[in-house]
């Protein structure tokens, strides 16, 4: 059974960080990509970052680029977001995604997700 779960979110206030992760298990990976998402209330789910498997491939929301770095290792099966100079309007829950394929910008394109982690940013 897949099973993908985040960690790491919190309260933090405006300006600060957070380091997310999401341990993956039940399968392999191999081959595909993975990626973070957001969802505040009352918004569609939005793209936030994704790595090819290789990590050599890096994507990010124009919102987040040199903020926020996606991260992965293999070894532990564990992909991470560390996230800087956080926003009150970056306040979400993040759900990491695994076995992206084609445009891993889309939420679609992922098979499996975890159950999502809150992010709060206070102003």
């Known amino acids: 059974q897949v099973q993908l779960v985040e960690s790491g979110g919190g309260l933090v206030q405006a300006g600060g960080s957070l380091n997310l992760s999401c341990a993956a298990s039940?399968?392999?990976?191999?081959?595909?990509?993975m990626g973070w998402f957001r969802q505040a209330p009352g918004n569609e789910r939005e793209f936030v970052a994704a790595i090819s498997w290789t990590g050599v491939r890096k994507f990010y929301a124009d919102s987040v680029k040199d903020r926020f770095t996606i991260s992965g290792d293999n070894a532990k099966n564990t992909l991470y977001l560390q996230m800087n100079s956080l926003k009150p309007e970056e306040t979400a829950v993040y759900y990491c995604a695994a076995t992206g394929s084609g445009d891993i910008t889309i939420a679609n394109r992922y098979g499996f997700w975890g159950q999502g982690t809150q992010v709060t940013v206070s102003s």
């Open positions: 039940g399968r392999t990976f191999s081959g595909y990509a």
